[in-house]
Every structure is written in structure tokens, then in C-alpha cells.
């Protein structure tokens, strides 16, 4: 059973700080990765993609991926009280056309 | 906008009912699917389709079915509603080479059985 670990949070910081959001996943033979938020009650929306190991910046996001570690991460700067959400990852596999997710992590931003 | 369209925000349904979920996207996506979302679980996989008349089971089909009899829309359809089927409903869609792409979600149906 293919598996995609987050920490479910809540994660707190401050307005203006760097949040770090983590995942895991158990197979090596993973394709593409990918960063989804939520705000509650809504649908997830796609914040970013990665393929390759190392990172990858988008604006305030930088998405981090390790495939020896199994390992990828986001990290948000200069976070805004509307950060508030919560991120899932999701991953791929072996070329096919569906995702695994994991559960997702709750990130609070305090003014 | 692209967008993909769940025909009911919400819904509540007797136990025993056979319930119709219907998604819709216009952005020409050959694969679609469905979802559901429990506080704790995630996001899990009910069916997929990659075309027209095509279906693949995910990781919980049971209890459901699916039809795509044109490609934009994508219905889920609980045959005997149970109370355990009470969730939030997703419908994603994506281009083909969609693990290079990405999901594009719907609005979410949340389903109510009582």
C-alpha cells in the first residue's frame, strides 16, 4: 500500500515568519509531487508541482523534493494571515493518471 | 475559467436511496475523478476514467458506481446510501499526462445519509 505522511498540525506561526510544511511517501518509485491548499469548506486548489530533487521556487513558495530520503516539503515566507489553510501533498506513481494524498496539515499564521 | 462543475453543494439522502453525484468539467479532460474526504483520512480514491465508458476502481469502490457516458461528465452513484457514506465528495479532472499536470477540483458535494 503506497502511503503519503503529513503531520496533521495544527502548525502555528506568526505573520511574516517562514511556515514549513513536511511529507513522507513509502515507494521510490514515485514520478511527480505536488502541493495542494485548502481552506475550509472549499475545494483544494494546486499551488505547485516538482519532479526533480532540489528545489523549486514560486513567489513566496518554495516546494523541496528528496527522493533518497522520500522526502518533500513547502516552505511559505512571509507568511499572511490568508496562508491559513490547510496544504496537502500528493504524489504520483509509476506514470499513471491518479494521486495519492496524504491527510494534510492544518497551518494557522497569528497576527 | 476552466472549471469543474458538482451539481449539488448539498444533500441529504435517506439510508437505502440510490444517489446520483454528477461532476462536469469544459476543459476537455480525457481523465476524471472522484473522491472522498474524511476529517483524518484524507482524500481517497472511489473510481477514475481515463475515457468514454471506461472506469477503473480506486482504493474504496465499494458501494459505488460509476457512469461516463460523454467525455465532460463523470457521475458517482451510491447504490444503497449508508450512513458510513456520509462524506465530502471531490471530483477532480486532468489532461492526459495528468501526473504532470495536476487536478483541477470541483466545489465539493457534501453528502448528509441519514
Known amino acids: 500500500q503506497k502511503e503519503v505522511e503529513q503531520n496533521s498540525g495544527p502548525l502555528s506561526v506568526p505573520e511574516g515568519a517562514i511556515a514549513s510544511l513536511n511529507c513522507t511517501y513509502s515507494?521510490?518509485?514515485?514520478?511527480?509531487f505536488f502541493w495542494y491548499r485548502q481552506y475550509s469548506g472549499k475545494s483544494p486548489e494546486l499551488i505547485m508541482s516538482?519532479?526533480?530533487?532540489g528545489d523549486k521556487e514560486d513567489g513566496r513558495f518554495t516546494a523541496q523534493l528528496n527522493r533518497a530520503s522520500q522526502y518533500i516539503s513547502l516552505l511559505i515566507r512571509d507568511s499572511k494571515l490568508s496562508d491559513s489553510a490547510t496544504y496537502l501533498c500528493?504524489?504520483?506513481?509509476?506514470?499513471?493518471?491518479?494521486?495519492?494524498f496524504g491527510p494534510g496539515t492544518r497551518l494557522s499564521v497569528l497576527p | 475559467d476552466v472549471k469543474v462543475t458538482q451539481s449539488s453543494r448539498y444533500l441529504v439522502k435517506r439510508t437505502g436511496e440510490k444517489v446520483f453525484l454528477e461532476c462536469v468539467q469544459d476543459?476537455?479532460?480525457?481523465?476524471m475523478f472522484w473522491y472522498r474526504q474524511d476529517p483524518g483520512l484524507g482524500l481517497r480514491l472511489i473510481y477514475f476514467?481515463?475515457?468514454?465508458?471506461?472506469?477503473e476502481k480506486g482504493d474504496i469502490p465499494e458501494g459505488y458506481s460509476v457512469s461516463r457516458e460523454k467525455k465532460e461528465r463523470f457521475s458517482l452513484i451510491l447504490e444503497s446510501a449508508s450512513t458510513n457514506q456520509t462524506s465530502m465528495y471531490l471530483c477532480?479532472?486532468?489532461?492526459?499526462?495528468?501526473?504532470?499536470?495536476?487536478?483541477?477540483f470541483g466545489s465539493g458535494t457534501r453528502l448528509t445519509v441519514v
Open positions: 516538482i519532479y526533480s530533487n
Open positions: 500528493a504524489v504520483n506513481w509509476n506514470y499513471g493518471q491518479n494521486f495519492v
Open positions: 476514467s481515463y475515457d468514454v465508458k471506461m472506469k
Open positions: 477532480a479532472s486532468s489532461p492526459p499526462g495528468g501526473s504532470n499536470y495536476g487536478y483541477t
Open positions: 515507494d521510490r518509485v514515485s514520478q511527480s
Open positions: 476543459m476537455d479532460h480525457e481523465n
